[in-house]
Nanobody
């Protein structure tokens, strides 16, 4: 059984930084891709960043690309999302997701990802 477990979400002041982690348990997706999405109250889930397991291909949301970095540790089977210069509008539940094969769908679409974590809350105070 595949589990994606996010951590690192917390309350932070505007301008601060956070690093979110997502551990993949029970399976490896070496031909696939990992993504981060977020959902704010009353809004649709939106793409944040994605990375392939086997190659250094990354994708970022235009609205955040200057402030975030996605990375992975293949040995630890973990994906990270470093976020800097946080703003109150970054407040959301952040989810990680796994796509089995990177070519099966767009990195930017949540429909491409077969497995999802439970999410971690990030709250940015002004």
């Amino acid at each position: 059984q595949v589990q994606l477990v996010e951590s690192g979400g917390t309350l932070v002041q505007a301008g601060g930084s956070l690093r979110l982690s997502c551990v993949v348990i029970g399976r490896t997706f070496r031909g696939g891709r990992m993504g981060w999405f977020r959902q704010a109250p009353g809004k649709e889930r939106e793409f944040v960043a994605a990375i392939r397991w086997s190659e250094e291909f990354t994708h970022y949301a235009d609205s955040m690309k200057d402030r975030i970095t996605i990375s992975r540790d293949n040995v630890q089977n973990t994906v990270y999302l470093q976020m800097n210069g946080l703003k109150p509008e970054d407040t959301a539940v952040y989810y990680c997701a796994a796509q089995e094969e990177w070519y099966s769908g767009s990195a930017y679409s949540d429909q491409s990802y077969e497995y999802w974590g439970q999410g971690t809350q990030v709250t940015v105070s002004s």
